[in-house]
């Protein structure tokens, strides 16, 4: 017994054994649960129910029952799972917003567009729809194939007659063991004609079939957007398309406006889409949204969206389509199991296989009729020669001794067949008369007519597909609808202007040397004083300005670093608070220091930025090619190469377009020499250039860079504090990447070297920034003009007040 027993013990290894046990059971998710017939168009669940249903005699035609009753039948006889999962799906198939054509009806709470579950299923009365019917005709005549259920007690179809496309009709989601699908709902007219020209053409093209099924018609309605997706979906099987709402605008008093949706895009939850909408308004997010309502009632759908006065109506609108699922993706993904494997099938596909089942169908149930025909006209036959010889007949029953052998008797004496003698045995005393004998005339020559009817549709192909055409038309008139859904042939793009999200105002933008950035209201401005700026002592004020916030801001570093904020996303911040440091969001290394800050109202401005670096580079760069990308918030783009990790940007001038004419380069070195040529020798490249050569060095720096006019007067500070006015004029106009000329006089002890230069303006006072947080004004006009060879007075002791801003670091500022 003990070595029986052990031979029964099987060595498998885990993964072998995993694999099998879960294999055998992805098997049976794909077949038995998730995925859809391609022939009816439903899975087993739905199957089992309305054929439950339709065993038990509830049909349209008959009185609601309670739906516990039949999920109890359908759960006792053929799904031997639970009673939600039978509930659910039965819900479903009754859900006028789920279904194109649904195939059950439902008295009570079966839900709704917002989410609301159903009703229990003690509380809801079911039937089968009359449409239902359509699925299950013919059933009874061994149209399809029956197979034992769980228990063997009783036999179930594998896949229903379906008179109608259902699969196309009425779609399929689910999500099975490495397969899932998502085929739309259609519209049962388009996919019926669709079917009569396939059996005309047995190999159509797909244009020839979407002159006829255009697309999905969700019964949300909606408008779909993209016919190449629809094409390559009907194809391949696979394709994404846009679902939107649709719309309309409504006019109010008072020059106000209101959106009015009317259909959702299928499958969208309309109480959180509405709970969405209101959100936005809440938030602000998008400007000009007043009131949020569902109007929706028995009557149809209807939520309105009221705008203030003068909102950008068309500019909302998008913004919800981008922002909300008014406007949504559907990705078709068209699996369904077709001889019994999961396949992803295409609109012909689809077509093919039902039509096949159609003639199959058709075919099997002609031979049943003609089979009871030839049966009944037997039977009927026989009646006929009982009743021309009755004496005789009647003379030999009433010589048997039983039924059976007056039965016998009767064959044997007058050639009738046993199913003959039993109908004549069994026949009623009333059937005698004259005017029986007429009707089974009659019957035997209709009979003989059917039979002949049915062997010519069962010999002759084209015959078959008569039938098939004309009970297919038959459906079409008793339930075609009008198309709901609007299909467009190109996916609109949305664009989504600034002004739509963001209100237009005026606020003053702040950005420091050491990186840190706010905006502020005016009245906190003014309320704080310009310089209670709440910067640190060591800090400096690089950009001020009173800008608005649909407006935009670019911000260079001397590592030679673009950052962009729009100024509406810039953090708001009282006017005293210090404001948010860069590096929380761009990362700023440790010793990058912002050098310049610009304001726009657009990238569409024409001009030139000028940069130039300490180790002597420049370039051009137009406006238009610094257009951010799509990760500004969290990623700095480049504005200028810098070829050695030693040199830093220096300078950063905007030249705007038509203002370049007449326009120089001015460049000083840190050991006093001066170059002067005209702008258009620098070239314009791109962000990422390094640029060219703007002046020889040799063991020297730039100290600044100037874009001026011939009639600029120049402002020179050296570090020993002295300040020198000079015309720019003074220094010859020659070409890009000489030495240039002296513009200080050189001495042998403590030389003047050069740490700022400015472009003065005739009413400018000019404050020296010290390394001390000092600020000394000087008023250049009460300098006299120096020459060339002059080093100016000094207006600053730096052993004092501080060394004046360093060649690495200047501002112009304002007293």
Same mark, same amino acid.
């Given at each position: 017994?003990?070595q029986?027993?052990?031979?029964?013990?099987?060595?498998?290894?885990l993964?072998?054994?995993?694999g099998?046990?879960?294999?055998?059971?992805?098997?049976?998710?794909?077949?038995?649960?998730?995925?859809?017939?391609?022939?009816?168009?439903?899975?087993?669940?739905?199957?089992?129910?309305?054929?439950?249903?339709?065993?038990?005699?509830?049909?349209?035609?008959k009185?609601?029952?309670?739906?516990?009753?039949?999920?109890?039948?359908?759960m006792?006889?053929?799904?031997?799972?639970?009673?939600?999962?039978?509930?659910?799906a039965m819900?479903?198939?009754?859900?006028?917003?789920?279904?194109?054509?649904?195939?059950?009806e439902?008295?009570?709470?079966n839900g709704?567009?917002?989410?609301?579950?159903p009703?229990?299923?003690?509380y809801?009365?079911?039937?089968l729809s009359?449409?239902?019917?359509e699925?299950?005709?013919?059933i009874?005549?061994k149209?399809?194939?029956?197979?034992p259920?769980f228990?063997?007690?009783?036999?179930?179809?594998?896949?229903?007659?379906?008179?109608?496309?259902?699969?196309?009709?009425n779609?399929?989601?689910?999500?099975?063991?490495?397969?899932?699908t998502?085929?739309?709902?259609?519209?049962?007219h388009?996919?019926?004609?669709?079917?009569?020209?396939?059996?005309?053409?047995?190999?159509?093209?797909l244009?020839?079939?979407?002159e006829?099924?255009?697309?999905?018609?969700f019964?949300t309605?909606?408008?779909?957007?993209?016919?190449?997706?629809?094409?390559?979906?009907?194809?391949?099987?696979?394709?994404r398309?846009?679902?939107?709402?649709?719309?309309?605008?409504?006019?109010?008093?008072?020059?106000?406006?209101?959106?009015?949706?009317?259909?959702?895009?299928?499958e969208v939850?309309?109480?959180?889409?509405?709970?969405?909408?209101?959100?936005?308004?809440l938030?602000?997010?998008?400007?000009g949204?007043a009131?949020?309502?569902?109007?929706?009632?028995?009557?149809?759908?209807?939520?309105?969206?009221e705008?203030?006065?003068?909102?950008?109506?068309?500019?909302?609108?998008?913004?919800?389509?981008?922002?909300?699922?008014?406007?949504?993706?559907?990705?078709?993904?068209?699996?369904?199991?077709?001889?019994?494997?999961?396949?992803?099938?295409g609109?012909?596909e689809i077509?093919?296989?039902?039509?096949?089942?159609?003639?199959?169908?058709t075919?099997?149930?002609?031979?049943?009729?003609l089979?009871k025909?030839q049966?009944?006209?037997?039977?009927?036959?026989?009646?006929?020669?009982?009743l021309?010889?009755?004496?005789?007949v009647?003379?030999?029953?009433r010589?048997?001794?039983?039924?059976?052998?007056?039965?016998?008797?009767?064959?044997?004496q007058?050639?009738?067949?046993?199913?003959?003698?039993?109908a004549?045995?069994?026949l009623?005393?009333?059937?005698?008369?004259?005017?029986?004998?007429?009707?089974?005339?009659?019957e035997?020559?209709?009979?003989?007519?059917?039979?002949?009817?049915?062997?010519?549709?069962?010999?002759?192909?084209?015959?078959?597909?008569?039938?098939v055409?004309?009970?297919?038309l038959?459906?079409?008139?008793?339930?075609t609808?009008?198309?709901?859904?609007?299909?467009q042939?190109?996916?609109?793009?949305?664009k989504?202007?600034?002004?739509?999200?963001?209100?237009?105002e005026?606020?003053?933008v702040?950005?420091?040397?050491?990186?840190?950035l706010?905006?502020? #209201?005016?009245?906190?401005?003014? !309320?704080s004083?310009?310089?209670?700026? =709440? +910067?640190?002592?060591e800090? @400096?004020? $690089?950009?001020?300005?009173?800008?608005?916030t649909l407006?935009?801001?670019?911000?260079?570093?001397?590592?030679?670093?673009?950052?962009?904020?729009?100024?509406?996303?810039?953090?708001?911040?009282?006017?005293?608070?210090?404001?948010?440091?860069?590096?929380?969001?761009?990362?700023l290394?440790a010793?990058?220091?912002i050098?310049?800050?610009?304001?726009?109202?657009?990238?569409a401005?024409?001009?030139?930025?000028?940069?130039a670096?300490?180790?002597?580079y420049?370039?051009?760069?137009a406006?238009?090619?610094?257009?951010?990308?799509?990760?500004?918030?969290?990623r700095?783009?480049?504005?200028?190469?810098?070829?050695?990790k030693?040199?830093r940007l220096?300078?950063?001038?905007?030249?705007?377009a038509?203002?370049? #004419?007449g326009?120089?380069?001015f !460049?000083?070195?840190?050991?006093?020499? =001066? +170059?002067?040529?005209?702008? @258009?020798? $620098?070239?314009?490249?791109?962000?990422?250039?390094?640029?060219?050569?703007?002046i020889?060095l040799?063991?020297?720096?730039?100290?600044?860079?100037?874009?001026?006019?011939?009639?600029?007067?120049?402002g020179?500070?050296?570090q020993?504090?002295?300040?020198?006015?000079m015309?720019?004029?003074?220094?010859?106009?020659?070409?890009?990447?000489?030495?240039?000329?002296?513009?200080?006089?050189e001495?042998?002890?403590?030389?003047?070297?050069?740490?700022?230069?400015?472009?003065?303006?005739?009413?400018?006072?000019?404050?020296?920034?010290?390394?001390?947080?000092?600020?000394?004004?000087?008023d250049?006009?009460?300098?006299?003009?120096?020459?060339?060879?002059?080093?100016?007075?000094?207006?600053?002791d730096p052993?004092?007040?501080?060394?004046?801003l360093? !060649?690495?670091?200047f501002?112009?500022?304002?007293e």
């Amino acid at each position: 017994m003990a070595q029986e027993q052990e031979s029964n013990i099987q060595e498998l290894s885990l993964e072998a054994v995993m694999g099998e046990r879960f294999g055998r059971y992805s098997k049976y998710i794909i077949q038995e649960r998730a995925l859809p017939d391609i022939r009816d168009g439903l899975k087993p669940v739905q199957r089992r129910i309305l054929y439950a249903m339709n065993q038990d005699g509830n049909t349209a035609e008959k009185a609601f029952r309670k739906s516990a009753k039949s999920v109890g039948n359908v759960m006792g006889n053929f799904h031997p799972h639970g009673d939600s999962s039978i509930y659910e799906a039965m819900v479903r198939m009754s859900q006028a917003w789920k279904l194109r054509e649904p195939l059950i009806e439902m008295h009570g709470n079966n839900g709704s567009m917002d989410g609301d579950p159903p009703a229990a299923m003690r509380y809801t009365e079911a039937r089968l729809s009359k449409i239902s019917a359509e699925m299950l005709r013919d059933i009874d005549k061994k149209t399809v194939d029956f197979v034992p259920n769980f228990d063997d007690t009783e036999m179930e179809p594998t896949v229903l007659p379906a008179r109608f496309p259902n699969l196309l009709v009425n779609g399929a989601t689910g999500i099975s063991a490495g397969y899932a699908t998502e085929i739309p709902p259609h519209n049962l007219h388009e996919t019926i004609q669709a079917i009569t020209y396939l059996m005309a053409h047995p190999n159509p093209s797909l244009a020839k079939l979407m002159e006829f099924v255009k697309g999905p018609d969700f019964p949300t309605g909606g408008i779909v957007q993209g016919i190449d997706g629809i094409i390559k979906a009907y194809t391949t099987g696979r394709g994404r398309v846009v679902l939107r709402a649709k719309t309309a605008t409504e006019q109010l008093r008072g020059s106000k406006e209101q959106l009015v949706i009317t259909e959702i895009p299928y499958e969208v939850n309309k109480a959180l889409l509405v709970k969405r909408i209101d959100e936005i308004r809440l938030l602000r997010k998008v400007e000009g949204i007043a009131e949020v309502r569902d109007e929706s009632d028995r009557e149809g759908l209807r939520v309105v969206v009221e705008l203030k006065r003068n909102a950008n109506t068309q500019g909302i609108l998008n913004y919800l389509f981008k922002n909300t699922d008014l406007q949504i993706s559907y990705n078709f993904n068209m699996v369904a199991i077709n001889n019994k494997r999961p396949e992803l099938v295409g609109l012909k596909e689809i077509l093919t296989a039902y039509l096949t089942h159609q003639r199959t169908v058709t075919r099997k149930r002609t031979a049943f009729d003609l089979k009871k025909a030839q049966e009944r006209e037997h039977l009927v036959a026989g009646l006929i020669k009982a009743l021309s010889i009755l004496d005789k007949v009647i003379k030999t029953i009433r010589a048997s001794d039983n039924k059976k052998n007056a039965k016998d008797n009767l064959v044997a004496q007058y050639a009738f067949t046993e199913a003959q003698a039993e109908a004549i045995v069994s026949l009623q005393l009333y059937r005698l008369t004259n005017t029986d004998v007429t009707d089974l005339q009659a019957e035997f020559e209709e009979l003989h007519k059917k039979i002949a009817g049915y062997e010519t549709i069962l010999g002759d192909p084209k015959e078959l597909d008569r039938v098939v055409k004309k009970e297919l038309l038959a459906v079409d008139r008793a339930y075609t609808s009008a198309r709901k859904t609007v299909i467009q042939k190109e996916v609109q793009q949305l664009k989504i202007e600034t002004e739509v999200m963001v209100a237009p105002e005026d606020v003053v933008v702040l950005v420091s040397r050491d990186g840190y950035l706010k905006r502020s #209201s005016l009245r906190s401005f003014k !309320a704080s004083g310009p310089e209670e700026n =709440g +910067l640190k002592e060591e800090d @400096a004020v $690089v950009f001020q300005k009173t800008v608005n916030t649909l407006d935009n801001l670019l911000i260079f570093t001397d590592h030679g670093d673009l950052i962009y904020r729009p100024i509406h996303e810039i953090p708001e911040d009282k006017w005293k608070d210090t404001g948010k440091h860069l590096s929380q969001t761009v990362g700023l290394t440790a010793d990058e220091k912002i050098l310049a800050a610009f304001c726009f109202k657009d990238f569409a401005q024409k001009g030139n930025f000028v940069l130039a670096t300490r180790e002597g580079y420049i370039k051009q760069t137009a406006l238009s090619d610094l257009k951010p990308g799509r990760t500004y918030r969290t990623r700095a783009s480049q504005c200028m190469k810098l070829k050695t990790k030693s040199d830093r940007l220096l300078s950063v001038t905007f030249v705007p377009a038509g203002q370049a #004419s007449g326009k120089f380069v001015f !460049a000083a070195t840190n050991g006093g020499y =001066g +170059l002067r040529y005209a702008l @258009a020798e $620098v070239p314009v490249n791109g962000p990422k250039a390094a640029g060219v050569r703007a002046i020889a060095l040799k063991d020297d720096f730039l100290a600044a860079v100037l874009v001026i006019t011939a009639a600029t007067q120049l402002g020179i500070v050296t570090q020993r504090g002295a300040f020198k006015r000079m015309n720019a004029a003074e220094v010859s106009v020659t070409t890009r990447a000489r030495k240039g000329v002296q513009i200080l006089r050189e001495l042998k002890r403590t030389p003047h070297r050069i740490v700022l230069v400015v472009a003065l303006s005739g009413v400018q006072k000019l404050a020296i920034i010290t390394d001390k947080g000092q600020a000394v004004v000087v008023d250049p006009q009460s300098h006299p003009l120096g020459d060339r060879y002059s080093n100016g007075s000094f207006v600053l002791d730096p052993a004092i007040e501080g060394q004046p801003l360093a !060649a690495k670091w200047f501002s112009e500022t304002e007293e």
